[in-house]
């Protein structure tokens, strides 16, 4: 049996080191009055350019090609070439600006609904939904995962935030009358949206899986038992049993992170276009 | 940048030139008189502005106040009493008063599609959904007097109706003619008066919805009798 080489590291980071460090340019940058003279000469250059040629023509220029927009045209460009953005009109009534308008409301509300996503997304790589996981997760998070309280904190407040914003833009809705013709089907959505917002805090609430958890999804699943005649079937579907149990858990975990906040997208993806399409109505 | 300018680019873009002439309604168009300014900055600023102090107002709230995580689920140890989610609340309160179908289905049921059908009354007569919430949030609070009531004078027929709540959905579908009669008031055929109230009932509904809950959260104890919070 021949005895295998010993492997000399050569990584490409040592190689450039060995390379450089050899140099004139080195022993010049080292020194430090050759230091001060590269420096006064950059120094000079940003300072016949400008800051602002510098910011404007820096290589950020790649992933934003455009200069800053200065007249009406390019802002316009602004909303409808970008695709995060064409979301918005290119221009909108000056009355909408106004804060009493809206409050801000159906803003905050998908604003909130990007903060669960986000939020709710990094507690999954930390949650297993069984029930002799779960609740050490939560304790994990608690004291062990860095900023893991901070995150379920955020997602837990961020939650019942959203609950009490998506009810006050109905509220708002409501007393503008902002839901006459023609825009009877995006309240309908609206609606809709309200019942999926509760249906996700719902099926979140058992996740915990602590005391307060168990009895509001207990108390909470036997009134859907109350329907006439299919009660104790709709009941079994939704526990996945009799009792909550892992069944249970698991098909609320499931609704919670998949069915639910992908079928709410849809729908509020449905709600902005309708608000595009119909034309927006606050402040008249 | 003089808000002038931006005017100035959306009345560029009012030079319609004539096409033709088609049947049929005419095609929904903004309304080109209205003063408009460009999304970018005046929206997009504010957007990002209001998401910023939503942020940093989550973040302080998260730092301050720990999301509350009672002991590990035991279903051989109830709590007493098993309280829902907050914003159920209201249906668990009803679901002192009510029997479980009236309280857990067929009220919230009744609630959203009710919702639903708002745009669809015209003038006055939007006064009857409204209305209907409002009945329909109290009638089955009084389901046990009416219950009573048909048990002292009919008790086989009382027991029988009372699981699925014939009685109160009887007494319902009254109070939506009922209301509807009331919108046929006079005093109706004013639309300001319509809108007035329109607003308050509406309002009287979330207030009515809202008191409910508070009365579950703070002031219900075990087997759901009333305490004082401060006691």
Known sequence: MSVPEPVIERSLRRRIANAWHGTRASQYLSSRKGFAKVLAFFSYGFWVAGWGDVVRTGPWKAVYPRPLPETPREKSEIAITSFALHIHPATIPRRALKFSTTYGLGGLSAGLFFVLLVTGVLLMFYYVPATDHAYANMVDLQHVVSLGRILRNMHRWSAHAMVVVVSLHMLRVFIQRAYKSPRQLNWIIGVICLVFTLLLSFTGYLLPWDQLALWAVTVGTNMAGAVPLIGDKIRYVLLGGDTVDQATLLRFFVLHVNFLPVFLGIFMGYHFWRVRKDGFSGGK | ?231
């Not at chain 2, 009638?139 to 109706?161: C, E, K, Q, R, Y």
Request: hydrophobic share 50%; glycine share 6%.
């Open chain 2, 1 to 231: 940048m003089a808000p002038d300018s931006d005017v100035a680019a959306t009345q560029e873009s009012k030079d319609l030139g004539l096409l033709g002439f088609i049947q049929g309604a005419p095609a929904p168009v903004a309304d080109l008189d209205e003063d408009r300014v460009s999304t970018y900055p005046h929206l997009i600023m504010r957007e990002f502005l209001a998401f910023g102090i939503m942020m940093a107002v989550l973040l302080v709230v998260s730092v301050m106040f720990n999301a509350p995580l009672e002991e590990i689920a035991n279903p051989g140890k109830t709590p007493n009493p098993a309280k829902a989610p907050w914003y159920f609340l209201s249906l668990q309160e009803m679901l002192h008063y009510a029997p479980p179908f009236i309280a857990g289905v067929f009220i919230p049921g009744l609630l959203v599609l009710t919702m639903c059908t708002i745009p669809f009354y015209r003038g006055r007569m939007v006064l009857v959904p409204v209305g209907f919430l409002i009945t329909s949030l109290v009638i089955p609070l009084f389901d046990g007097i009416i219950w009573s009531g048909i048990h002292a004078v009919a008790p086989g027929f009382a027991n029988m109706t009372r699981i699925y709540g014939i009685p109160t959905i009887i007494l319902l579908t009254i109070s939506y003619f009922v209301v509807a009669k009331w919108s046929l008031n006079p005093r109706f055929d004013d639309e300001a008066v319509v809108e007035k109230y329109r607003k308050r009932l509406f309002v009287l509904f979330v207030i009515m919805l809202t008191i409910l809950v508070l009365i579950g959260q703070y002031f219900r104890g075990p087997e759901w009798r009333w305490v004082w919070p401060w006691r």
